[in-house]
């Protein structure tokens, strides 16, 4: 898709700073996945009890596609607000910046992720399905699904879906989401319907002119893991060894 229908024209798959998202990559799949897994489901199963059982009763005898469409509404408002407050609270932005840091987009730099800022994310998605009582594995698709689309939406691709779009989110949505303005907007997860009902849905024409961030970083593996654990006075002093 990104050689058919491509956002930017001959943008290179060995572009920029490609193998810094490949370790991401590999990091994410083989080192960090386990350790974001065992602490959603660690804090998971006690947040469960906070929901009375009467009401997760009564859920789980609704019809399975209710069910569903209840635990991805919730899930996307709560992704859209944890995700504004990623960009507008210092602390969360810290280790949320590790993503918004790549200058190129295609679908490996949807992997440049702090394993710390997974967990705030993941967490937040899942939270609505461990309220309302409901296992993992009876919801495992979905959970497939949004992993894809977050790929997507990364993606080098443009593909306007005209009046759809309203409904269902597209790269070109979440392009300008990766703006140089750390506040451009489009913060919900799968449907722009939450952008649009609190004024950040953004969607012109054309493409950013520039991904990235403004503030000065590491470009290497192990300084984008470490930067956002150190007071700023530290990392100064350190950060020589990182780059």
Not at 71 to 92: A, E, P, T, W
Not at 113 to 138: K, Q, R
Not at 165 to 175: Q, S
Request: net charge positive.
């Amino acid at each position: 898709m990104e050689k058919v229908f491509p956002a930017k024209k001959g943008q290179k798959i060995f572009r920029p700073n490609w193998f810094l998202d490949f370790c991401f990559f590999i990091g994410q799949y083989i080192v960090w996945s386990s350790l974001v897994l065992w602490t959603i489901n660690y804090f998971g199963e006690s947040l469960s009890g906070l929901v009375p059982k009467k009401i997760q009763t009564f859920i789980s005898f609704q019809p399975f596609i209710l069910q569903v469409l209840s635990v991805l509404i919730l899930s996307d408002f709560l992704i859209y607000c944890g995700h504004r407050l990623q960009h507008k609270v210092d602390f969360l932005w810290r280790f949320h910046k590790v993503h918004h840091s790549a200058k190129h987009l295609d679908w490996l730099a949807s992997h440049r992720e702090h394993p710390l800022d997974s967990i705030y994310t993941i967490g937040l998605i899942n939270l609505p399905a461990y309220l309302l009582g409901f296992p993992l594995e009876s919801i495992a698709g979905i959970i497939a699904f949004r992993g894809i689309w977050a790929i997507y939406i990364h993606s080098n691709v443009r593909l306007p879906l005209g009046p759809l779009r309203i409904l269902i989110g597209a790269p070109e949505l979440h392009h300008w989401h990766h703006d140089l303005d750390r506040r451009a907007g489009n913060y919900a997860n799968i449907s722009p319907i939450m952008d649009k009902l609190f004024g950040t849905y953004v969607c012109p024409l054309h493409e950013p002119k520039a991904y990235g961030i403004k503030e000065e970083t590491s470009n290497t593996y192990l300084g984008q893991l470490i930067e956002p654990l150190l007071p700023n006075r530290i990392w100064q002093s350190v950060k020589k060894y990182f780059n």
